[in-house]
């Protein structure tokens, strides 16, 4: 069993780490979606690869919690519920919605995305199954998990509304790529990120842990960059985009 004082070392760097990707991120676009390339090594199917991808997110944290000694309350099974919605969709249901017929992704991107989520999903999962102190009732009134909570639920509305509306765009077999308009698309161009972002802050908030706030950093610092890069390719490639939209934050960046 992992002291807590080795743990906190394990999730400090976890952080600085993401700290050193974002300027990273900012410079090298990962090759998936509208920027998937041959140069990145043998290709596995775009749906395949997001199962395989994503799948040790739900399976890893799910047993460290449910292995793990510190006592369940019923705020320990809203972290658990929401976790497991989360990653229900992303990786049975959203892989089998997207319209991404032939498309492939690197294996290399296929690999990284792994050990990305085993780390994440290990340092949750074990956080809450083994090394915290048990959300007691009381925790269920105090304004961060009520915050935190709400924050969640408010980032995966926006975030599954607009993922639905890109999968929408390509609705009677259409290719390619075309302006979203819906929703908060009228702000930014990549809300699906804003609202991801939203999720896992308000995660972080309702834990109040470190695991949880290492997660909502690694997701900023993930897409962040990749919003930037959505909205400069889409002003240089789709004729009459909106000028006044901004990439992730509404009126601001
Ligand atoms: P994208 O917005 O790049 O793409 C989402 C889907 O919509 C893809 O199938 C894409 O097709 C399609 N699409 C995107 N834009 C258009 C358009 N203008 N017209 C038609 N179709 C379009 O998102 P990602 O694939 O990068 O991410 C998917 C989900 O995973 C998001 O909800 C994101 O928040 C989440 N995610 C979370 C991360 C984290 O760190 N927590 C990291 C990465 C993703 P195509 O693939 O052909 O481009």
Redesign the pocket.
């Known amino acids: 069993m992992l002291t807590l004082k080795f743990f906190n070392i394990i999730v400090g760097s976890w952080i600085i780490l993401a700290l050193i990707m974002f300027p990273v991120l900012l410079r090298v676009i990962a090759p ?3 920027y998937a390339s041959t140069n990145w090594g043998p290709l596995i199917s ?1 749906r395949l690869g997001w199962i395989f991808m994503e799948l040790p997110s739900l399976l890893i944290f799910v047993i460290l919690f449910l292995t793990g000694n510190v006592s369940k309350e019923i705020s320990s099974w809203v972290f658990m519920g929401v976790w497991v919605v989360h990653y229900t969709n ?1 990786i049975f249901i ?1 892989p089998l919605r ?3 017929t032939k ?1 492939k992704m690197p294996l290399l991107i296929m690999g990284l995305g792994i050990i990305f989520n085993l780390i994440n999903a290990f340092l949750n999962g074990y956080w809450l199954g083994y090394l915290s102190s048990p959300y007691l009732n009381v925790w269920l009134t105090d304004p961060r998990f009520i915050i935190g909570f709400t924050a969640f639920i408010a980032g995966f509305i926006i ?1 599954q509304a607009s ?1 639905n509306h ?2 929408n ?2 609705s009677g077999m259409k290719t390619g ?4 308009q819906a929703g908060m698309f009228k702000y930014v161009s ?1 809300p ?2 804003l609202g ?1 972002i939203i999720e ?1 802050t308000g995660f972080a908030v309702m834990t109040w842990s470190m695991p949880g706030l290492s997660f909502a950093i ?2 900023a610092a ?2 962040i960059p ?1 919003a930037l890069h ?1 909205h400069k390719w889409y002003g240089s490639n789709l004729k009459d985009y909106p000028e006044g939209r901004k990439a992730i934050i509404p009126g601001i960046l």
Not at 177 to 180: R, V
């Open positions: 998936y979606g509208r775009n992303r959203f997207i319209r991404t498309k975030n993922d890109l999968i765009l390509r790529y075309f302006i979203p990549c699906n990120f991801e896992w690694w997701t993930n897409l990749r959505h």
